[in-house]
């Protein structure tokens, strides 16, 4: 920032004669010698060892006296030799302090001891995305500019560099969106045709399609939830919102703050005046298992909920989790 009257910097130089006498090394002033410091104070201490003013310092730095000329308006320099100071302390002790010493030390402690009342304010997040509710990282699909303090950015190699090897388990589950994204709900669909239809389109690569098991969304169009949204008066999938939510919803105590809350919703649908949200998942589930799955997703279900039924109107009579792995729907 800039001084308005006064600018005071402080340099701390353990070894301060030793410090003084390797930026006389660096002597005569060059824009190499600057650069080769590590901060402004040596700066400063460089020049003030060019002063005529700076005899003292060239004395215990060990330099030769040097008589300048031309450097303009004089320098305050002063050498404060601290040890009598603190031998003068230990004499006195702290009693001899005056009240008004005391009374001074007692303030200065107390505004150094301060703190910033509101820290917790200023560690939140301007971005969530509904993914971070149940822990796993940002939902890259929205968020891209979303970056959160606490989750650790890895980049993979590119494929041409590894050769080629099998997708896992988060890029067949995002295979198996994909193709839930545009697949109709009908329950007798040629799905092979659906798949080539979106790699003609660049949709989808041909290695996500053959990672893609099209018996597991057979199963699901023939379920009883895929002929429930058939019924349904309003469908929407891959719904993307962006809402101002408050803090202290998903952060106790920052009722006062708002945050930005994001999402994709797999699917949704309206019938009745009221709301089912469906989420699919790929997880690898067992009925030992669910309990704790539905644990694990519950906030990311509700946090769709609200949003939902905030930008809708509409009240969320049904939150519904999809498991591929066991052709299962369970509600949360």
């Not at 002033?29 to 060019?50: K, N, R």
Request: aromatic residues 6%.
């Amino acid at each position: 920032t800039r001084a308005r009257e006064k600018l005071i910097l402080t340099m701390a130089l353990p070894d301060g004669a030793g410090a003084l006498s390797r930026l006389g090394e660096c002597l005569p002033i060059s824009p190499l010698a600057l650069e080769q410091q590590q901060s402004v104070g040596a700066w400063i201490l460089l020049h003030a060892l060019t002063r005529p003013e700076g005899g003292s310092f060239r004395a215990l730095a060990g330099i030769p006296e040097e008589h300048l000329d031309g450097l303009g308006p004089a320098w305050d320099l002063r050498w404060v030799d601290g040890t009598g100071l603190s031998q003068a302390r230990e004499v006195s002790g702290p009693s001899a302090d005056s009240p008004e010493e005391e009374t001074a030390d007692r303030a200065l402690a107390d505004r150094l001891a301060w703190v910033y009342p509101h820290m917790a304010a200023a560690d939140l997040p301007s971005k969530l995305t509904a993914t971070q509710l149940k822990g796993r990282e940002k939902d890259r699909e929205i968020a891209e500019e979303t970056v959160q303090p606490y989750a650790r950015q890895t980049f993979a190699a590119p494929r041409f560099l590894m050769g080629q090897r099998p997708l896992d388990g988060a890029e067949r589950g995002t295979a198996i969106h994909l193709v839930m994204q545009h697949v109709p709900l009908q329950e007798k669909v040629d799905i092979e045709a659906v798949v080539e239809d979106l790699v003609e389109r660049r949709l989808l690569t041909q290695e996500q399609a053959d990672a893609v098991p099209q018996g597991v969304i057979r199963r699901f169009l023939a379920s009883p939830l895929a002929e429930e949204l058939r019924q349904a008066e309003e469908l929407q999938r891959e719904y993307r919102f962006s809402l101002l939510v408050s803090g202290g919803e998903y952060f106790p105590g920052l009722d006062g703050e708002e945050v930005m809350l994001q999402g994709v919703v797999d699917l949704f649908a309206v019938k009745d005046g009221a709301v089912t949200v469906v989420d699919f998942k790929t997880d690898y589930v067992t009925a030992a298992t669910l309990p704790e799955k539905l644990a694990l997703y519950r906030p990311q279900l509700t946090a769709y909920s609200t949003a939902l039924e905030k930008i809708l109107g509409l009240p969320v009579r049904k939150k519904v989790l999809y498991f591929f792995s066991a052709g299962q729907a369970a509600e949360v």
